[in-house]
């Protein structure tokens, strides 16, 4: 009978000892770090708590601790239970911060302030192919929803909540103005509207031209200064320029004096574009008889043509009318 009291002592001090206390600690501190991990602070407290209850009773019952004489013994097991508080209040606190932070950390959740349309249901929506299925109600005959009366409390907080949604609605966006595109054939594209008498603006230059009294004084000019023969000119892939010079011409030739009809495309080709009537020499103060008449005839109708010495392309007794732009 004394030897199995014997054997259950010794085993009971075998597992009381510090190695497997030691054990059952490390895992119970591990469990208190894996729950810290997670959404479950409470339970990693319950593991952090009994490890600290486990360490204080396994001290207050050592062996070593209790053969000190008592004032040692007392200030050991102060010592020991101080310290194991003041780390368990550590660790607790150290943990519900770190929970903290966890939760709180941005996460996708819906508003309250928005709500959504309840869904239509089959039978609500209309047939197709029905006559009269959907019905409108004018503005005069729509009964306004009855709303209860609140307190003043509740009319506040109602207030707050639709200012919040309202600060929460963003301003729409002009869309663009849309594009028209017009098209008249043959005709002026007008927008905006019918136009029963458009007004079209030419900003163009006029055509320059003759009219009838100065085409027969500058006629009657020419006849009474002789008979001589030049060339016409005019500015090249102008045609505004180009019918002045055939009416130039033909005014030349009824008054007797002689114009070559292709002698312009052949005698010399135009590098720049000159301006206004120009009387082409090879020397203005030796110029020919009919360049000084074909002058004072033009200026008696109301032309200024300006003397052009040319003497590259100029012989000494020629001299050609030169038309430019405007």
């Keep these: 009978m004394s030897i199995i009291v014997q054997t259950r002592v010794e085993l009971w001090k075998q597992i009381w000892s510090w190695p497997v206390v030691g054990g059952v600690l490390f895992l119970l501190l591990s469990s208190g770090v894996t729950f810290s991990t997670t959404d479950h602070p409470l339970l990693a407290d319950l593991f952090y708590s ?3 209850v486990l360490f204080v009773v396994k001290f207050l019952t050592w062996e070593d601790a209790r053969q000190l004489d008592r004032p040692k013994r007392n200030r050991s097991y102060g010592l020991a239970i101080g310290l194991t508080l003041l780390i368990l209040c550590a660790t607790i606190w150290g943990n519900h911060r770190l929970s903290a932070s966890r939760q709180a950390r941005p996460g996708v959740t819906q508003s309250p302030s928005v709500e959504h349309p309840p869904e239509k249901k089959p039978e609500d929506s209309p047939k197709a192919g029905a006559i009269g299925a959907q019905t409108t109600t004018s503005p005069e005959k729509q009964v306004p929803d009855k709303q209860p009366k609140l307190t003043g409390q509740e009319g506040k907080a109602l207030a707050r909540h639709q200012g ?7 301003p729409n966006v002009a869309s663009p103005p849309a ?14 509207g019918n136009v029963s008498n458009p007004t079209v603006n030419n900003y163009l230059p006029p055509q320059r031209g003759l009219t009838t009294d100065q085409r ?13 023969s030049l060339l016409v000119r005019h500015a090249e892939h102008n045609f505004e320029a180009q019918t002045y ?5 033909s005014a030349l030739r009824d008054g007797g004096w002689a114009v070559p009809d292709d002698a312009m495309a052949t005698f010399m080709t135009e590098t720049r574009q000159g301006r206004g009537l120009q009387i082409l020499v090879n020397d203005i103060n030796h110029a020919p008889p009919g360049a000084a008449a074909l002058q004072n005839c033009l200026k008696q109708v109301g032309f200024e043509a300006v003397g052009m ?8 007794k020629d001299f050609v009318l030169y038309i430019g732009v405007q």
């Design 164 to 170: 919040k949604v309202a600060g929460n609605i963003q």
């Design 245 to 249: 010079a055939d009416s130039l011409a």
């Design 309 to 316: 010495p040319m003497p590259q392309i100029i012989g000494p």
């Design 50 to 52: 009994v490890s600290a």
């Design 179 to 192: 594009i028209q595109i017009n098209n008249a054939p043959n005709g002026i594209a007008i927008s905006g």
């Design 216 to 228: 027969d004084k500058l006629v009657a000019c020419l006849r009474q200064s002789g008979t001589f």
